[in-house]
């Protein structure tokens, strides 16, 4: 079943995976987190550089990766680097050979061979990140794993362009086999606009064709839904496990 845990509101959504990020860290070990984009993670990266999270974060030995990215450079306005860039990184020490950025100023599919090949350089098995933070579509995407694309199949590589018809354009984004390798994923969730959706992905049919965040099952680490009451509205009664604190 789901670890389904329902905040008040989008801080305290964004509070809850700060802390689990500060919980998660082992001292004086490299701490990979592999960041979402799109706007539900950005207030989760302004309170990461805030107390009392920024003094509990052993900064030099984090090592940011991505989940996605754009087919923009880095200084564009879609661009999910530049997003944690603004809201994250230009605030703490994290050494730049720990920023393991997509390239995607380069043609999509020369930036996920690049990105598949870097990811390989740092995982010498699986990519097994600390955590990986995932965003959801109101279509049930994650990442960049749109329904009923290719990469929804992609069972070797970890990270692949993937062509969304519905975006006309493609995108770089890891693939099951990397996402599902990670020790800790937290899926943020807020807002009214994804309550229907929510509840067709968590209490609804199987169908990852359909719904693609359904297919994200770690193999062996955790799933934590981090959701917020407007988010939730729409979820059965009595499967919600409601914290009212950020934690
Ligand atoms: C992206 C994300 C994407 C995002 C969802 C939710 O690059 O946009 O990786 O999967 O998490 O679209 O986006 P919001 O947080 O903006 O609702």
């Given at each position: 079943?789901?670890s389904?845990?329902?905040y008040?509101?989008a801080r305290?959504?964004?509070?809850?995976?700060?802390?689990?990020?500060?919980e998660?860290?082992?001292p004086?070990?490299?701490?990979?987190?592999?960041?979402?984009?799109?706007?539900?993670?950005r207030?989760?990266?302004?309170?990461?550089?805030q107390?009392?999270?920024?003094?509990?974060i052993?900064?030099?030995?984090?090592?940011?990766?991505?989940?996605?990215?754009?087919?923009?450079?880095?200084?564009h306005?879609?661009?999910?680097?530049?997003?944690?860039?603004?809201?994250?990184?230009?605030?703490?020490?994290?050494?730049?050979?720990?920023?393991?950025?997509?390239q995607?100023?380069?043609?999509?599919?020369?930036?996920?061979?690049?990105?598949d090949?870097?990811?390989?350089?740092?995982?010498p098995?699986?990519?097994?990140?600390?955590?990986?933070?995932?965003?959801?579509?109101?279509?049930?995407?994650?990442a960049?794993?749109?329904?009923?694309?290719?990469?929804?199949?992609?069972?070797?590589?970890?990270?692949?362009?993937?062509?969304?018809?519905?975006?006309?354009?493609?995108?770089?984004?890891?693939?099951?086999p990397?996402i599902?390798?990670?020790?800790?994923?937290?899926?943020?969730?807020?807002?009214?606009?994804k309550?229907?959706m929510?509840?067709?992905?968590?209490?609804?049919?199987?169908s990852?064709?359909?719904?693609p965040?359904?297919a994200?099952?770690?193999?062996?680490?955790?799933?934590?839904?981090?959701?917020?009451?407007?988010?939730?509205s729409?979820?059965?009664p009595?499967?919600?496990?409601?914290?009212?604190?950020?934690?």
């Amino acid at each position: 079943m789901p670890s389904i845990h329902i905040y008040p509101n989008a801080r305290a959504v964004a509070c809850a995976a700060a802390h689990h990020i500060v919980e998660s860290q082992l001292p004086g070990q490299p701490f990979r987190l592999a960041l979402s984009g799109g706007s539900t993670p950005r207030l989760l990266y302004q309170l990461l550089v805030q107390p009392p999270y920024v003094n509990a974060i052993d900064w030099p030995q984090i090592e940011l990766f991505w989940g996605d990215e754009r087919p923009v450079p880095p200084e564009h306005p879609d661009s999910n680097y530049r997003m944690a860039y603004e809201a994250l990184i230009q605030h703490v020490p994290i050494p730049p050979a720990h920023i393991h950025r997509i390239q995607a100023e380069l043609p999509p599919e020369q930036a996920a061979d690049a990105y598949d090949q870097h990811l390989h350089k740092n995982f010498p098995n699986i990519p097994a990140f600390d955590v990986m933070l995932l965003g959801m579509g109101t279509d049930g995407h994650t990442a960049s794993l749109f329904p009923h694309t290719a990469a929804l199949h992609e069972n070797s590589r970890w990270c692949v362009a993937n062509h969304i018809p519905t975006l006309k354009t493609s995108r770089i984004t890891l693939t099951y086999p990397a996402i599902n390798a990670a020790k800790k994923i937290l899926v943020l969730v807020t807002g009214a606009a994804k309550a229907p959706m929510l509840s067709r992905v968590l209490y609804g049919a199987y169908s990852p064709e359909e719904l693609p965040i359904q297919a994200v099952k770690p193999n062996h680490g955790e799933l934590l839904w981090l959701i917020d009451e407007a988010a939730a509205s729409a979820l059965p009664p009595n499967k919600k496990h409601r914290h009212h604190d950020g934690v």
